[in-house]
């Protein structure tokens, strides 16, 4: 999964040349994520196949940021009223990062951000699987499908992602 996973990761980042990159070699790509799992990268491609037809920035803008449809954030979904304890999940997030030697720099970006939680997975879903089936299960699985719900309702193309993404948290969090 690790290779879908950094691949979502890229795909939920601002897109840049990485996504240039991933469109180009996109046949290629979802031959070996299916290795991983046939759906998610079919999703992938399907995904890939849009956006090499839109201005992919654009696209990305309309829906994540200004201002955002759907958030990218965690906390946005776990922590709605509870406010109060937002710092406390931050922090917590990120000394489990730092247990695992990943280092997430604050002025970057916050530890609750998709793609950091995709990286730090894909890590984590090498070495110690049943510890990356817990953080999927705490951290992800319970808010992926509002996420995919959000963008599914504004008919953004990240759906395909966040369906790929629902499906390979769902695998991930299953592991026992």
Not at 4 to 25: H, N, V
Not at 74 to 94: T, V
């Amino acid at each position: 999964m690790r290779a879908t996973l950094k691949t979502l990761s890229m795909l939920f980042s601002y897109p840049d040349s990485d996504l240039a990159e991933l469109i180009r070699g996109r046949e290629e790509l979802v031959e070996t994520l299916s290795r991983e799992d046939p759906d998610a990268a079919r999703l992938i491609g399907e995904l890939l196949d849009r956006l090499a037809n839109l201005e992919a920035d654009v696209t990305y803008v309309s829906v994540f940021e200004a201002p955002a449809k759907c958030s990218l954030y965690a906390h946005e979904y776990i922590m709605r009223n509870k406010q109060e304890e937002l710092g406390r999940f931050l922090l917590e997030l990120k000394g489990i990062y730092r247990i695992h030697g990943v280092d997430v720099p604050l002025k970057k970006e916050i530890p609750d951000f998709l793609p950091v939680m995709l990286e730090f997975l894909a890590l984590l879903y090498d070495v110690r699987r049943e510890e990356a089936a817990r953080f999927a299960r705490r951290y992800l699985k319970k808010w992926i499908p509002e996420l995919r719900k959000c963008l599914e309702e504004n008919k953004s193309p990240y759906s395909l992602a966040a369906k790929a993404l629902e499906r390979v948290v769902d695998i991930i969090a299953s592991t026992r």
